[in-house]
């Protein structure tokens, strides 16, 4: 054990006293008196039911903290009352608003609890059987599944890095992303899932992907790592699990996507939304943004030339005959198009358009000789 309290609480004389005064009824009460701030909360919606934006007033709510709240540095909840010299000091490293902060965070969490799923029991999985595929394709399938797998695992790790590291004055954002961890622990489970029940087993790990993803984790700062992570790769990977829901070689791997779509979905906002907040409100950072976006870019690019790709083209061209690869090429090409029109658009949303002047994609698109006039819709 690595951190040791300051008293032995059974060899304090006044701690014993008072534990056995308190057992023969002699209480203080003073704890009663905490004044602290009296509200009164209701659900805006009785269907909807109580929701922090509910809670957001007075000192409990989140409109009013400023950027660097002066309050607790331990685990006392935002609006309670607390002894600064008593209360053990945790750390923090995340202390401004800006640090963690994103339009609409409460709301991403209220969503995210009222749309979990299970990767049991929410997947028609016994009507796997019912559809035939070929070989080739249930191959293909079960290598995206792999790579899904793969990086779904890091979308978990990356949360549970920083949360501990957050004051806890900015908990709407600490609670969204430990619905984040749920949420890519559970991707990662039904994609593992998917490819056993395909009767394939996992295919091959790309180091690619891998380098990209310790990149990720290794994030000098949060703001950096949500960039990277959210407004990049799940981004991408966003595109791709839209994309994977034409080429779905069955009903089942349709409805997969569907569910696993909802939630990347919400977890690219806060990211676009987190990224808005910074630019608002510490627009010097934008350099420092820029730094770690040249290089996830970088990083992105490598993972054009992969097998990933090379199965995305048998899923998309349903085999491997030359006019079946043919086809799958030219669909393909619209999803790297699209990846990249749709990070574009983010980086629009997000208020930092000038970021796609200096992006690492442009030029790539014009060596591959690839624009939107390639885009192709799958049939």
């Given at each position: 054990m690595s951190y040791?309290?300051?008293?032995?609480?059974?060899?304090?004389?006044?701690?014993?006293?008072?534990?056995?005064?308190?057992?023969?009824?002699?209480?203080d009460l003073g704890w009663m008196k905490a004044g602290t701030e009296q509200v009164k909360v209701n659900a805006e919606s009785p269907r909807r039911g109580l929701t922090f934006l509910d809670c957001n007033r007075g000192s409990y709510g989140y409109d009013a903290l400023p950027e660097i709240p002066r309050g607790p540095r331990g685990a006392a909840p935002r609006g309670a009352s607390y002894e600064v010299d008593a209360q053990a000091d945790l750390s923090p490293e995340l202390n401004r608003k800006s640090d963690v902060w994103a339009y609409k965070v409460a709301s991403f969490y209220e969503e995210?609890?009222?749309?979990?799923?299970?990767?049991?029991?929410?997947?028609?999985?016994?009507?796997?059987e019912k559809y035939e595929r070929p070989q080739e394709v249930e191959?293909?399938?079960?290598?995206?599944?792999?790579?899904?797998?793969?990086?779904?695992?890091i979308a978990t790790d990356l949360p549970a890095k920083w949360m501990w590291r957050m004051n806890n004055q900015f908990h709407e954002v600490k609670h969204f992303i430990a619905s984040q961890a749920i949420d890519e622990a559970r991707h990662a489970e039904v994609f593992r899932k998917r490819?056993?029940?395909?009767?394939?087993?996992?295919?091959?790990?790309?180091?690619?992907?891998?380098?990209?993803?310790?990149?990720?984790?290794?994030?000098?700062?949060?703001?950096?790592?949500?960039?990277?992570?959210h407004l990049l790769a799940e981004g991408n990977v966003l595109t791709m699990f839209r994309f994977s829901e034409?080429?779905?070689?069955?009903?089942?791997?349709?409805?997969?996507?569907?569910?696993?779509?909802?939630?990347?979905?919400?977890?690219?906002?806060?990211?676009?939304?987190?990224?808005?907040?910074?630019?608002?409100h510490a627009p010097e950072r934008k350099e420092q943004l820029h730094l770690a976006l040249d290089e996830a870019e970088t990083f992105s690019i490598s993972q054009f030339d992969s097998a990933l790709f090379e199965a995305m083209i048998v899923l998309a061209g349903k085999g491997t005959k030359p006019a079946q690869?043919?086809?799958?090429?030219?669909?393909?090409?619209?999803?790297?198009?699209?990846?990249?029109?749709?990070?574009?658009?983010?980086?629009r949303r997000a208020g930092f358009?000038?970021?796609?002047?200096?992006?690492?994609?442009?030029?790539?698109l014009a060596m591959i000789g690839l624009g939107k006039q390639d885009a192709v819709l799958p049939s």
């Open positions: 040791y309290g300051s008293t032995d609480y059974l060899a304090s004389p006044d701690f014993v006293l008072r534990m056995k005064d308190i057992r023969k009824g002699h209480l995210a609890m009222s749309r979990q799923w299970d990767a049991t029991t929410y997947i028609p999985w016994a009507d796997l191959i293909a399938f079960a290598q995206l599944c792999t790579f899904f797998t793969e990086v779904e695992m490819v056993l029940a395909g009767g394939v087993g996992m295919m091959q790990a790309l180091p690619q992907a891998e380098h990209s993803l310790k990149a990720i984790l290794d994030g000098d700062s949060y703001s950096e790592a949500s960039a990277f992570m034409y080429i779905s070689p069955t009903p089942v791997d349709k409805r997969i996507f569907q569910l696993v779509m909802q939630d990347e979905a919400r977890h690219v906002s806060y990211g676009m939304q987190h990224l808005k907040w910074i630019i608002d690869i043919k086809r799958g090429i030219e669909i393909v090409g619209t999803l790297q198009v699209k990846q990249i029109d749709e990070y574009f658009g983010r980086l358009e000038e970021r796609i002047e200096r992006s690492k994609f442009r030029p790539l």
